[in-house]
């Protein structure tokens, strides 16, 4: 068992213990997962590039862990309610991106694709 498979199992184990399973499809898992990336993102709101690089050597630095943990579980979660492998997803979105935006159309640009 992998890493992923080992916490899918032990977040599983902690829902079903809870009797949370019932909460848990997808509609609600994603929109858990949108409130713990706005709760992430609000740690980083008004903080200058150099300061967010910096984040974690600051007071809020266990609640930025903290909440990247919140949005990975329930990622992880939403993965294994829908028996998808995130690491297949993100490889064929490298793939796609990869394709969209070619090295010599946007190196040091930040221009999305179809403004290339």
Request: aromatic fraction near 8%.
């Amino acid at each position: 068992m992998n890493k992923l498979e080992e916490l899918q199992k032990r977040y599983l184990d902690v829902v079903r213990n809870r009797d949370w399973e019932k909460f848990h499809n997808p509609k609600n898992l994603v929109m858990a997962l949108s409130s713990e990336v706005g709760e992430l993102a609000d740690l980083f709101l008004w903080a200058t590039g150099e300061d967010s690089k910096n984040i974690l050597n600051t007071s809020r630095a266990q609640k930025v862990k903290d909440e990247i943990g919140d949005v990975f579980l329930y990622l992880v979660r939403l993965c294994d309610e829908l028996n998808i492998d995130p690491f297949q997803c993100a490889s064929e979105k490298l793939t796609k991106s990869e394709s969209k935006y070619p090295v010599e159309q946007c190196k040091g640009i930040s221009k999305k694709y179809n403004e290339l």
